[in-house]
């Protein structure tokens, strides 16, 4: 499986970025995809997720109401929306999926993007 990430950069603070994430290689069934985030000197955490099937979404409480996650099935691609940036939204963020084919569990990261908000 191979995941890229597109679309960070520098933005300032209020500003909106779109995220991609191009997926490929996948034989399995995808239980969910995700974004997640590092920030300078912190561990990676969750900023929004997806599910598989009924495209169920779930949001970091930071996130809620500024970034909205969605995905395009016909082209492999999941998108993280970010709108009225903080500087603290200022992190590496990294696509992920989980899925399963049998009893096999699979999980793959992309590289990351960086995306910087200045005030």
């Known amino acids: 499986v191979q995941l890229v990430e597109s679309g960070g950069g520098a933005v300032q603070a209020g500003g909106s970025l779109r995220l991609s994430c191009a997926a490929s290689?996948?034989?399995?069934?995808?239980?969910?995809m995700g974004w997640y985030r590092q920030p300078p000197g912190n561990e990676r955490e969750l900023v929004a997720a997806?599910?598989?099937?009924?495209?169920?979404?779930n949001y970091a409480d930071s996130v809620k109401g500024r970034f909205t996650i969605s995905r395009d099935n016909a082209k492999n691609t999941m998108y993280l929306q970010m709108n009225n940036l903080k500087q603290e939204d200022t992190a590496v963020y990294y696509c992920?999926?989980?899925?399963?084919?049998?009893?096999?569990?699979?999980?793959?990261w992309g590289q990351g993007t960086q995306v910087t908000v200045s005030s």
């Open positions: 992920n999926i989980r899925g399963s084919y049998s009893l096999n569990k699979y999980v793959s």
């Open positions: 290689g996948i034989t399995f069934s995808i239980d969910t």
């Open positions: 997806i599910t598989g099937g009924r495209d169920i979404t």
